[in-house]
């Protein structure tokens, strides 16, 4: 296994190097210049190196694009502030936990949190001199924000299912396991935002990444069906969780999902993952980072937008990275088992788990916690006695609830307009959004504060006619990079310009479909009047329990490639 | 009437004189006078007209009379009593007496105990400072080598602000140590206030008169001298004055702190086109402003009068409004108009508050009662019986605001930049503004203000441009220093600059922020230190950072670095202490060391400051 890459290694497998991949090799493991930058005084920036080497440590750089120009006539740099995000295999924490990363958002930053599509806390608006206190404050409460973003493996998502509850433990458990397994190794981390000591030493400081780490970000996703909640598909390695009389014999794995593209680029495309086989929960570990091996020794570290493994695997060929993990594996992978899935939601609500605990499910639009639901899910927390899970739609579940707490916690969801998921619209209870302006260097269009205002013109619609419960999926996403899946979605915007979306239809409501483009750089008006005639025909012609993006098949509005 | 001249004229000549015009009628009287004030010019311009061979032989010529030469000594800070001072030496030299020029700060006080005639003109800074070019010649007076001045005959014209306590402080101690050294006065203290002419101008008459006299042989009335020694004016100055200000355009208006801060704070530029005007680095401007108009409306509605009643004072008419508007002190009270005002605050109004104020020797009290207390306010806190009329004759005259330039010329060319911390807060349920910078906060970008430039000869880049400076400017007191390093940077300057710059938020109130991270990166600044005092739990001032750089700092000053601050009277304070306290520990030598060091570096330029 290469340990201490070279160029020439690198060059001859991929060509010429991308600047990025300069910058980790020249980065000492992730260190870059970030003591010393975090100490300048006189900009809230960092160095363009660390503004590639803090993401590795769970942050982005970002600025507030609303105020660019009004700071640059005050003579002033931009706002640049900060984001942290955590690692949270699972989406799981205790109460004490939410109440200490709800203190440090007040304390640190702009006094929100954000619920992400990776079941995980984003804190946004820390500014550069607070951003080590707050990870210290992260780590007082064991939370920590390695390789939550980076070409390195990011948060490993798991199911939520609330109904099994032992299950949902035992994968959760593997979730854990394999988050830790592929953490990075390098002490970057501790030196920077601990005050570790710098130990010199001569071991290899990443036996498994090297000092290049992986040429994209890598995502894994542990998912139970009947609910494809996490969108295992939308990963580099999708683990379906294969139960046989309430026991977990191990995972199907599928390989190569991933949503971004760039617009106007043929060669980028979103690919919902291909299963390849079945693994035993004891070979998780080294079998997710065989196929991350891979990925490291084949990716495409010449150009970025081709670096994903969805790309080499298929510039390998399927067969020919299948060949090659079995080599590398020294046998063949089981043959994958069948698994069925009936949609890729949450499910709203109290529902009672095997163990007779209960969990309560509350939509959380576009997943951020403010003003009432802040103050409502603090108020909770201080009473909660079981746990927190961040669901990846940007949900969360008050898990675990003795039968006997219920009303106490229904009291307190009643108290700050938590319930909201009751009255809710089916698309609304499946609508998602990502964070895009102002914030997002990457946005070209609104989207988490664009969402409410969308939800209410499609609610008068399906209201008009008469289906405002069915459920669609429906997510919006500031650029085409993915944040919020909107490939895998029924109905998706995804940002061309301010006021513009590429209109998507058609993706299947488990998420095992991608969707396609319907209209190019649309309007609001052109995606409404576009929109409204599907959805009255759907009203008066859909088959019993069919679903709006099989609809548009069946009927023809869209027809198979 | 009768002709009693005793000072100017011989018994003789008065009774010739009184027996001339006993016959004479009015349009002969003015004929008269009008000839005689022809006579006294044409031997003026003589005076001036005498070549330099021949003043270098009149001088030698006059030596035997040269105890009676008169020496102007003038410590003026923002320009005021260099001006007055000026005046007074021309009219002296032109009333035919010997007259030197003198600016304190290049006073040999040795020479002191030579003089025979003494005037002073010297103004008060903030709470009862002298200016800095007054520091040296203020401390020998007061410290123990002062001479025994038995034979000196001398004058005092006072310079301050009655809205601070300790009004015209520094001309009084003067006077009065004068005194104490044996001197005699010619003529008692003249103290001006803000309206300098109302009291100058006949305290003047008074004085050249009376030094006419006391320079003359009794008899007869000196013969015009040659030797006079007047500094001419600068030639900037005389085009566009305090008096005559230049209509400059506002070509832009910026708010250059962030949203998010409640500071307002503002760049402006100026359009010095067609004006002639020159400024160096260091220099002030001087702006002439209207008062807030909401201030205005709220202090007519008070007084329950229409704005447009007109009203005639001091041979002016103008509108109520415009009085309020235009020319009079709206925002800056003082002692003697508290006084006045409590003596006409009507029966049953509780003025417990303002008499504490007016206490004997309440100092402190007074200062916080002025510091927190607009007209208005005293309007409505203290009813009282105050017609218009009366209180435009009891209000002082609006008078212009200084500000330090922010930019270099020879950057900014035709244009002049000022940063403005606009005044806001609430006091009493009302808002209030500051006058001049909510004006000036307010001014569109098309606008007009009326300027002009105020020479601060006392801060100044050191004139070897090797040097390393050190610039301490928190908040607005950075403006100067812009202007320091624009120079510095288009002159090529190759000596090092260090900047200390401080405010209450890193995020919001960086003034040019952009600007100091360009000269850093291309090493134009070589240093900055920051102290943003509200971003972490205790609280850092530019002073802590002083303090903190201590053995840098020492080690520029061995190298002949330049220490300038600019900002607040206490801001200064501290910084000064932090730099004594740094000398002092890292020198090795202790705290005598320090002063020394210190007092050596304030009277060769090496330490200079611009504050208020």
Not at chain 1, 253 to 259: F, L, N, P, T
Not at chain 2, 129 to 135: C, F, K, L, M, V
Not at chain 2, 196 to 217: C, F, G, H, K, Q
Not at chain 2, 288 to 294: D, E, G, M, V, Y
């Amino acid at each position: 296994m290469p340990q201490e890459w070279n160029w020439k290694d690198i060059v001859e497998m991929t060509g010429k190097p991308s600047s990025v991949e300069v910058l980790k090799k020249d980065s000492d493991y992730l260190r870059g210049t970030l003591a010393e930058c975090l100490q300048d005084p006189v900009t809230g920036s960092i160095s363009h190196m660390d503004t590639r080497v803090i993401k590795f440590h769970g942050c982005y750089e970002q600025d507030d694009r609303d105020l660019r120009e009004e700071r640059r006539k005050q003579k002033l740099e931009p706002a640049f502030q900060y984001f942290i995000r955590t690692r949270l295999p699972g989406g799981v924490v205790t109460p004490s936990q939410w109440l200490a990363l709800d203190e440090i958002a007040q304390k640190f930053g702009r006094g929100t949190l954000k619920l992400t599509t990776r079941q995980t806390f984003q804190i946004h608006g820390i500014v550069k001199r607070k951003l080590k206190p707050a990870m210290q404050a992260m780590n007082a409460v064991m939370i920590d924000s390695i390789a939550a973003c980076g070409d390195v493996n990011r948060n490993v998502l798991c199911a939520t299912n609330p109904h099994l509850s032992e299950v949902h433990r035992t994968v959760w458990q593997q979730a854990l396991d394999v988050s830790a397994y592929m953490k990075p190794k390098t002490r970057a981390y501790y030196e920077v935002w601990l005050d570790e000591k710098k130990v010199s030493t001569t071991e290899n400081q990443e036996p498994f990444y090297g000092d290049t780490y992986l040429p994209r970000k890598f995502k894994i996703a542990i998912s139970v069906p009947p609910v494809n909640d996490v969108d295992a598909f939308a990963n580099d390695i999708g683990l379906i969780a294969i139960i046989e009389n309430g026991k977990l014999e191990g995972y199907t794995v599928a390989v190569g999902g991933g949503m971004g593209k760039t617009y106007g680029d043929a060669k980028t495309y979103p690919r919902a993952a291909t299963v390849i086989g079945f693994i035993r929960p004891d070979e998780v570990n080294h079998v997710c980072e065989t196929i991350a091996g891979i990925q490291r020794d084949f990716g495409d570290r010449s150009e970025r937008s081709q670096a994903r493994m969805k790309y080499t695997i298929d510039h390998m060929g399927l067969d020919r990275f299948k060949e090659e993990l079995n080599s590398r594996l020294g046998h063949a992978l089981e043959a994958p088992r069948a698994f069925k899935f009936d949609h890729n939601g949450d499910r709203y609500g109290w529902v009672e788990g095997e163990d007779g605990l209960w969990h309560l499910t509350l939509y959380i639009e576009a997943g951020r916690v403010v003003d009432d639901v802040l103050l409502g899910l603090r108020e909770i927390a201080g009473v909660h006695k079981g746990e927190f899970r961040v669901t990846t739609n940007q949900n969360v579940i008050i898990a675990r609830v003795a039968p006997e707490d219920r009303a106490q916690i229904d009291a307190l969801v009643a108290k700050h307009g938590l319930d909201g998921y009751r009255g809710a619209s089916g698309i609304r209870k499946n609508s998602m959004a990502c964070v895009a302006l102002p914030t997002c260097g990457l946005a070209m269009a609104e989207s988490e504060r664009y969402l409410p205002d969308l939800l209410l013109k499609l609610e008068a619609i399906l209201d008009r006619n008469g289906i405002l419960d069915a459920p669609i999926t429906l997510r919006i996403s500031g650029c085409p990079n993915g944040c919020s899946r909107p490939f895998l979605a029924e109905i998706a915007l995804t940002g061309r310009a301010i006021g513009r979306y590429s209109l998507n239809l058609g993706g299947n409501f488990t998420g095992e479909r991608l969707n396609t483009v319907y209209l190019e750089n649309a309007t609001e008006p052109e995606i409404l009047a576009a929109l409204e005639p599907m959805i009255a025909n759907y009203a008066k012609n859909r088959l019993e329990d069919e679903k709006f993006g099989d609809f548009l098949y069946r009927t023809g509005v869209l027809s198979a490639a | 009437m009768t002709t009693k001249s005793p000072f100017l004229l011989s018994e003789q000549q008065t009774s010739l004189l009184e027996t001339l015009i006993s016959e004479m009628e009015q349009p002969s009287l003015l004929w008269t006078s009008g000839y005689l004030a022809g006579l006294a010019m044409a031997q003026r311009r003589v005076s001036l007209a005498v070549k330099p061979q021949e003043a270098a032989a009149a001088t030698v010529a006059a030596a035997p009379v040269a105890k009676s030469t008169l020496t102007i000594l003038y410590g003026s800070q923002t320009g005021n009593a260099k001006r007055l001072a000026q005046r007074f030496a021309a009219e002296s030299e032109a009333a035919g007496l010997s007259v030197q020029l003198v600016d304190v700060a290049d006073y040999a006080v040795r020479k002191l105990k030579s003089e025979t005639h003494l005037f002073v003109v010297i103004s008060t800074q903030g709470d009862g400072e002298p200016p800095d070019s007054a520091r040296e010649f203020f401390e020998f007076l007061h410290g123990k080598k002062a001479p025994k001045l038995d034979t000196l005959q001398y004058a005092v014209l006072a310079l301050g602000d009655s809205s601070y306590p300790d009004f015209c402080g520094v001309g009084r101690k003067i006077d009065e140590r004068l005194a104490a050294l044996g001197a005699k006065r010619i003529h008692n203290r003249g103290d001006c206030d803000l309206d300098i002419e109302t009291v100058a101008e006949p305290w003047w008459v008074d004085t050249l008169n009376l030094a006419r006299t006391a320079l003359a042989p009794a008899g007869s009335v000196a013969a015009p001298q040659q030797n006079a020694n007047v500094i001419p004016l600068h030639p900037s100055a005389s085009a566009w004055n305090r008096d005559k200000p230049f209509s400059a355009q506002v070509l832009e208006n910026q708010r250059i702190t962030a949203r998010g801060t409640d500071k307002h704070i503002f760049h402006l530029e100026l359009s010095l086109e067609g004006s002639g005007l020159h400024y160096q680095p260091g220099d002030s401007l001087g702006v002439w402003h209207f008062n807030p108009p909401s201030l205005v409306d709220n202090v007519l509605a008070t007084l329950g009068v229409s704005g447009d009643q007109t009203f005639t004072h001091k041979g002016e008419t103008f509108t109520l409004r415009q009085w309020f508007s235009e020319k009079l002190e709206l925002t800056r009270l003082t002692r003697a108009f508290l006084v006045e005002h409590s003596s006409r605050v009507n029966a049953g109004v509780d003025q417990a508050d303002l008499q504490a104020a007016l206490a004997e020797g309440a100092r402190d009290a007074l200062a916080a009662f002025l510091g927190t207390h607009q007209l208005i306010d005293l309007l409505k806190r203290f009813p009282a019986n105050w017609t218009a009329e009366t209180l435009i004759t009891s209000l002082r005259p609006l008078t212009p605001r200084l500000y330090s330039i922010s930019s270099s010329q020879t950057v900014a060319e035709d244009e002049v930049h000022l940063t403005v911390a606009k005044v806001a807060y609430d006091a009493h349920g009302e808002a209030h503004l500051g006058a001049a910078s909510g004006f000036l906060a307010e001014l569109p970008a098309d606008g007009q203000l009326p300027i002009y430039i105020e020479e601060n000869r006392h801060f100044r880049l050191p004139k070897n441009a090797d040097r390393d400076v050190i610039m301490v400017g928190p908040g607005t007191g950075v403006a100067p220093f812009r202007a320091f390093l624009q120079e510095r940077i288009e002159s090529g300057a190759a000596g090092r600059n260090w900047l200390f710059f401080g405010a209450q938020h890193f995020d919001t109130q960086f003034l040019y922020q952009t600007e100091w991270q360009d000269a850093l990166k291309k090493k134009h600044l070589n240093r900055i230190d920051l102290a943003f005092s509200r971003d972490q739990q205790e609280k850092i001032y530019v002073q802590h950072l002083i303090e903190k750089q201590g053995a840098e700092l020492y080690a520029w000053l061995q190298n002949g670095a330049h220490f300038y601050v600019c900002g607040s009277t206490d801001m200064e304070k501290d910084v000064k202490a932090a730099l004594l306290k740094a000398i002092a520990q890292h020198s090795g030598k202790g705290d005598e060391f320090a002063n020394a060091w210190f007092a050596e570096a304030q009277k060769e330029g090496r330490y200079s400051r611009d504050v208020y």
